[in-house]
């Protein structure tokens, strides 16, 4: 069965930290990892990832795939209270495994002033 | 574009009664795929329609069903409601489901069984 695995599980940072949160995943015929914020209801999409080595980027954030070894990280620097929020992050499968996501369990981000 | 919409947004129902949630995608969106997240399980797929068929099912039991209309409009329904089907029911739209498709996410429907 197809698996994501998040760590942290939760951080606390103060505004102005850096933090990277990791993504690893066994996910047969993988293709795609994809980032998600999650606030209070709707995960809203950050970045899709589907070829190694190359960074995604947009503005604070940033993230990269490695596909020899199976991981992702997301990057936010200068954190701002506003990125307080549960991030996610999912694979999708080749095949059959249409507009199926598999999610991690996210990590919880709390930014304090 | 307006984006994924959901409705209704909270529900509370008791133990053995049906629900059926709605899933407006954003337009042009042919593909809708819902999840269920709760606090133990995190998100979990249930199943995603694709022109009014059903291409891929979660571990979920029967109870679980769902449908599409041939405006891409879909529902899910559930029946005989358990304490355990408390939930936010998230559901998600992208073009044709393919793997380079992003899914936009809706608010979701907040649902309480007592």
């Known amino acids: 069965e197809d698996k994501v695995v998040q760590s942290p599980l939760s951080l606390v940072v103060h505004e102005g930290d850096t933090v990277t949160l990791n993504c690893s995943y066994e996910?047969?015929?993988?293709?795609?990892l994809l980032w998600y914020k999650q606030e209070k209801k709707a995960p809203t999409f950050l970045f899709m990832l589907?070829?190694?080595?190359i960074e995604k980027k947009s503005g604070r954030l940033s993230s990269i795939l490695d596909k020899k070894e199976l991981f992702s990280i997301l990057n936010i620097t200068a954190t701002q209270t506003g990125d307080s929020a549960v991030y996610l992050c999912?694979?999708?499968?080749?095949?059959?495994?249409?507009?199926?996501?598999?999610f991690g369990q996210g990590t919880i981000l709390t930014v304090h002033p | 574009k307006a984006g994924v919409t959901q409705t209704p947004r909270y529900l509370i129902k008791t133990r053995g009664q049906q629900v059926t949630l709605s899933c407006s995608p954003i337009?042009?969106?042919?593909?809708v795929s819902w999840y269920q997240q709760t606090p133990g399980q995190g998100l979990q797929f249930l199943f995603e329609?694709?022109?009014?068929?059903?291409?891929n099912k979660g571990n979920f039991p029967g109870r679980f069903s769902g449908r599409q209309f041939s405006n891409s409009r879909s529902e899910m329904n559930v029946s005989t409601l358990e304490l355990g089907d408390s939930a936010l029911y998230l559901c998600?739209?992208?073009?044709?489901?393919?793997?380079?498709?992003?899914?936009?996410f809706g608010p979701g429907t907040r649902l309480t069984v007592l």
């Open positions: 589907t070829s190694s080595g």
């Open positions: 998600a739209s992208s073009l044709v489901g393919h793997v380079t498709d992003t899914q936009y």
């Open positions: 996910v047969t015929n993988f293709r795609s």
């Open positions: 999912a694979s999708i499968a080749g095949g059959t495994s249409y507009g199926k996501l598999t």
């Open positions: 329609y694709f022109s009014e068929t059903q291409r």
């Open positions: 337009s042009g969106h042919r593909s």
